[in-house]
């Protein structure tokens, strides 16, 4: 693996769960808070509205699991030493305590194995705090000091170290690629240079639906779509968004970047994976310090865009009472709440929304790493009940999702609770009803 | 100098000073903590458009949130409207702001901002007893959600006190018989001035600039407000 300008940083960050620092805690909390993330912890009221927003509090009702209460320590960091009174209100004894390795402990709980940074409550609150972004910037602080979970520790070491989450090198890939050429008869391009778009993957696709990747060649070869696959930069998960490390994720992103650059691609293709498109198509520029050379393309997006343009075309429909589950990071934080709908509806008679689908649809519960915390796994799947209630109310005999973690993790749920019916993905169900050539 | 003069004198303009020094501060002292540029490429450029609807989307529930069976939501609403009616409806109010600011309006009928003056009073003690009963809000709250509960019922109790006492149209009282009320109705109000911009009442001006930034942000991506 190439190492990054960004690697040595992100090893510093790894080094941190070997000595735990509440106060090196403390001064990134206060780093964290620039004039807008200053301006939404400042207009909170306490009203606890989000509390009844987020499925972990809906299903054990601790009110430890409010949204904006595990922000307590950023935000007392922030009161003590960066509001505009803080020096007045130090000076009377009247700050908040500095934050201490019990309390980061306690809260490295309620940042982590009960928040999967969905944003269902910025959704909720009547003040506009986006509480899922207040999140995320708050684990900058409990990563870079050692209290995040050990096992996000352990994914992000693995995926420094060997370039994927689960481990995933090129010749596993190059096995699955080989193999869906066999079943499609078709070749599937790698390394092509000045492709117009370049497919990463995540290493949940690469081991559990390989078959994605067949299904996109024959997608791409009906729509006549120039795209290959890189050796190398082909991973499009990023735990460093999930342990909440900006080095992290900027270490493993440029490898990705590096490749579309390598390659000399017009777009890079964000697989079936939330928090990848998160990090890749939002996050992605801010961590590297510079804008893409290329566009980021959600591959529902482009399947949109494909049939829309008249380039895709399917022929039949699903019979079946299908729903679809919103990956939250697509969907509500991604903006791209239509494309997996009209995708439904092309291929689907019988699609059916759940209660509060599209923008405020409950998550998965193993979104944002959650699902890589084995301490965190009863309370991930007690969470799943909010989801079980609202798939069952519409009779759903499937779940289509376009995100291969919410897959993984409904699959696992529906198994624990003996529902009997399967998890699909939306582009291998496209792919399904394609016409044929 | 008597109560009530101090009361419309120096008190008056020491809580205004402090109120909007205290604003003016804590709004630069945000300002000047700085930021990045975002680099992403936006899915829409319209962010102001994005800031103004994350500004009013906000002040009603989305309907998935509207049955979460916590009243506050509701009672919130009862207490804001309730207030703005008493505040800008009551004819000594707008004498009062007339005064000091020179702009006057047409009041709202009397028995309007009475029934306005019960309903807050009403909602303002179902709020308390919310947050002292509600597990979720007991935790959330601290000496600021409390003694701002208080600034703001004070003057509200006060003013309903002091309600008894005789305006003639278009002018401000002389001397009341009694001038204690509707002096310690102004200092009420005074405090609240005072207490405004350090706690969560400076929510007041601080809730439409978080409303538009992540307003702002979310149309950035092209993402639900």
């Known amino acids: ?437 | 100098m008597g109560v009530l003069e101090f009361a419309r004198g120096p008190a008056l303009w020491f809580s205004l000073a402090v109120m909007i020094a205290g604003s003016l501060w804590r709004i630069a002292g945000i300002c000047q903590l700085g930021g990045r540029p975002d680099l992403s490429e936006p899915r829409s450029a319209r962010l102001w458009a994005g800031a103004i609807r994350g500004i009013f989307s906000r002040m009603i529930p989305r309907k998935e949130f509207r049955h979460s069976g916590r009243i506050g939501g509701l009672n919130a609403c009862v207490y804001h409207i309730g207030i703005a009616v008493i505040v800008l409806g009551y004819l000594p109010h707008i004498h009062f702001i007339g005064r000091l600011t020179g702009l006057l309006w047409p009041p709202l009928p009397a028995p309007v901002v009475y029934l306005a003056a019960g309903f807050t009073f009403v909602a303002l003690f179902i709020a308390l007893v919310e947050r002292l009963t509600d597990p979720v809000l007991r935790l959330l709250s601290g000496f600021d959600d409390y003694f701002s509960w208080l600034v703001v019922f004070l003057p509200l109790a006060t003013g309903m006190i002091a309600i008894n006492q005789s305006y003639s149209p278009g002018a401000a009282p002389a001397l009341p018989l009694d001038p204690r009320p509707l002096a310690i109705h102004l200092l009420s109000v005074e405090l609240l001035f005072v207490w405004l911009p350090f706690g969560k009442l400076a929510h007041t001006f601080l809730v439409f600039i978080s409303r538009g930034v992540t307003g702002a942000a979310s149309a950035r991506k092209g993402a639900a407000i």
């Open chain 1, 1 to 437: 693996m190439t190492p990054s300008p960004f690697t040595e940083r992100a090893q510093s960050v790894l080094r941190a769960r070997e000595a735990p620092d509440a106060r090196r805690a403390a001064k990134e909390f206060a780093a964290q808070a620039s004039r807008d993330t200053a301006f939404q912890l400042e207009a909170c009221v306490a009203c606890g509205q989000c509390a009844e927003a987020c499925h972990f509090y809906l299903v054990t009702r601790d009110p430890r699991y409010t949204p904006i209460y595990k922000l307590k320590p950023m935000l007392d960091t922030y009161r003590r030493e960066r509001a505009p009174f803080s020096m007045v209100t130090r000076a009377l004894g009247l700050a908040p305590p500095e934050v201490t390795a019990e309390e980061l402990n306690e809260w490295s709980e309620l940042l982590y194995d009960s928040c999967n940074l969905c944003g269902r409550c910025t959704l909720a609150c009547p003040m506009g705090i986006d509480i899922a972004g207040l999140v995320r910037r708050a684990r900058e602080g409990m990563s870079a000091a050692g209290f995040a979970p050990p096992d996000l520790y352990a994914v992000a070491e693995r995926a420094l170290e060997s370039g994927s989450p689960m481990g995933v090198r090129w010749p596993a890939l190059k096995r699955q690629i080989e193999l869906q050429e066999r079943e499609t008869g078709l070749k599937i391009p790698v390394d092509a240079q000045g492709a117009d778009y370049m497919l990463v993957l995540s290493s949940m696709e690469v081991i559990g639906f390989s078959e994605i990747i067949g299904a996109l060649a024959r997608i791409f070869q009906q729509a006549k779509v120039s795209w290959t696959i890189p050796s190398a930069g082909f991973e499009a998960t990023n735990v460093g968004v999930q342990i909440g490390s900006r080095d992290v994720a900027a270490a493993l992103l440029s490898r990705i970047v590096d490749a579309a650059e390598r390659l000399k691609v017009k777009s890079v293709i964000s697989p079936e994976c939330g928090h990848a498109y998160s990090a890749l198509r939002w996050e992605g520029p801010n961590l590297l310090g510079r804008p893409y050379s290329f566009k980021v393309v959600q591959i529902v997006e482009l399947l949109d865009q494909l049939v829309r343009e008249g380039r895709l075309r399917t022929r039949g429909k699903d019979t079946r009472r299908l729903t679809f589950h919103d990956p939250c990071q697509i969907v509500r934080r991604g903006g791209l709440q239509q494309a997996p709908r009209r995708l439904m509806n092309q291929v689907s008679d019988g699609f059916v929304e759940m209660q509060d689908s599209g923008a405020a649809s409950f998550c998965c519960g193993g979104g944002g790493g959650v699902s890589a915390i084995h301490r965190a796994e009863q309370l991930r799947l007690a969470a799943f009940e909010c989801k079980q209630r609202q798939v069952e109310a519409v009779g759903a005999e499937a779940i289509v999702t376009a995100c291969s973690n919410c897959r993984d993790v409904l699959e696992e749920a529906i198994e624990q609770r003996e529902m009997t019916l399967p998890v699909l993905g939306l582009t291998e169900l496209v792919a399904q009803y394609l016409e044929p050539e």
